[in-house]
């Protein structure tokens, strides 16, 4: 609702002639959980390890509203979405892209090193 009234809010302040109409057509439970749980240390340093940098906390994964019933809140257990894919891979867009081998080694690295700290704990 509040980015409906923002985008309409300025809209209006542009004066045009032509119309805008926004609506949200879908939408889930947003989540939000805490990024030092030993889960998400891991994660983040299989991430460094696999990508070569510190992994961007950006708080995505906004379309995939299932999250929520996963989550601490609902299961009691940490929920982590791993970045897989390129920055330039378009996700969900019409000209999305994934290269399934690259793909397939980032996810194997990535997980096979959270499972390696995540036993520990």
């Known amino acids: 609702k509040d980015t409906c009234?923002?985008?309409r809010k300025v809209f209006a302040e542009l004066g045009s002639p032509n119309k805008c109409k926004v609506s949200m057509i879908h939408g889930g439970n947003w989540w939000?959980?805490?990024f030092n749980d030993p889960q998400y240390v891991a994660g983040r340093k299989a991430t460094k390890r696999v990508y070569g940098c510190e992994p961007d906390l950006t708080r995505e994964g906004g379309s995939i509203p299932v999250t929520f019933n996963f989550s601490k809140k609902t299961t009691g257990k940490s929920v982590m979405l791993l970045p897989m894919g390129a920055g330039d891979d378009g996700a969900h867009s019409q000209n999305e892209k994934?290269?399934?081998?690259?793909?397939?080694?980032?996810?194997?690295n990535c997980l096979l090193r959270i499972w390696m700290r995540c036993r520990r704990f």
């Open 98 to 108: 994934i290269n399934i081998k690259e793909l397939h080694r980032r996810a194997q």
């Open 5 to 7: 009234d923002y985008v």
């Open 32 to 34: 939000v959980t805490d």
